[in-house]
């Protein structure tokens, strides 16, 4: 995201206030690719993604609190051109339902597999890192939203996408040390038509304690048939808050 003025930095909430931790995890869509053409983002922030610096912060790069505001993923996901994802639309619909801050944890790296997110691969082992930092200045982790499977759309891994997933599952719990941390999973909307579906049934069969699943099938695409518009973004974010409050809230 580059430098980040000293305005935009916001003071650490006091130890009274509550701190609501949520890691943003997966790839692309995750991440966030709205409004993004030929590697340039419109900059154009919808109204349901706008920045709230007393309220809601997100854990730079540095693993320093700043104002969330999108691209949240641009320090992080940084081999490619960051848009709007379904962080800041989330935050700001669940933000009259909850007493404190909500603190948002960037993870997400486009057109990563699974396997990378096996325990001891760097992707995995920066996710645990950095989750572990934003509760060391206090707070709690109060779930994790994740939107990958894309790149597991294939003939090689759609079979092995659900023991991989629940391998994840409670590879993060175990290591952040929440046997019941809730996981709100995105069923993929794009990707190989021939294994898709594949995909797209084992993230629905996944039956484990505290792991929901949204749907982002039917959300609109953008011209390259895999990543999701700003305006499909934003639903999809108020669809995540939906099933946080439902199901966690």
């Known amino acids: 995201m580059g430098s980040t003025s000293s305005t935009q930095k916001d003071e650490q909430p006091t130890t009274t206030t509550k701190k609501h931790i949520f890691i943003l995890s997966g790839q692309s869509n995750m991440a966030g690719r709205g409004g993004v053409a030929n590697k340039q983002w419109d900059r154009i922030i919808p109204p349901d993604c706008k920045p709230d610096p007393s309220t809601i912060h997100r854990l730079n790069a540095n ?33 009259d339902y909850i007493v404190g801050v909500i603190d948002l944890v960037p993870c997400a790296v486009g057109g990563t597999a699974i396997k990378q997110w096996d325990k001891g691969q760097k992707l995995y082992e920066d996710m645990v890192r950095r989750a572990k930092a934003a509760v060391s200045s206090g707070g709690e982790i109060k779930a994790m939203l994740w939107y990958q499977g894309e790149s597991d759309a294939t003939e090689a891994d759609a079979g092995l996408y659900k023991s991989r997933m629940e391998n994840l599952v409670n ?13 709100i ?3 993929i909307a794009s990707g190989d038509e021939k294994y898709i579906e594949v995909v797209r ?22 011209e390259d048939n895999l990543h999701l518009t700003t305006a499909a973004q934003v639903q999809l974010g108020h669809m995540l808050a939906d099933a946080y409050l439902a199901h966690f809230g």
């Open 63 to 95: 693993l320093i609190w700043e104002t969330a505001q999108d691209p949240l993923h641009a320090d992080i996901d940084t081999a490619k051109t960051c848009g709007v994802g379904p962080g800041m639309s989330f935050a700001n619909a669940i933000k």
């Open 171 to 183: 590879n993060i719990r175990s290591d952040l040390g929440m046997p019941s941390l809730p996981i």
């Open 185 to 187: 999973q995105v069923a």
């Open 201 to 222: 049934a084992a993230q629905k069969a996944i039956d484990l304690p505290n792991v929901v699943c949204v749907d982002a099938k039917g959300l609109e695409l953008k």
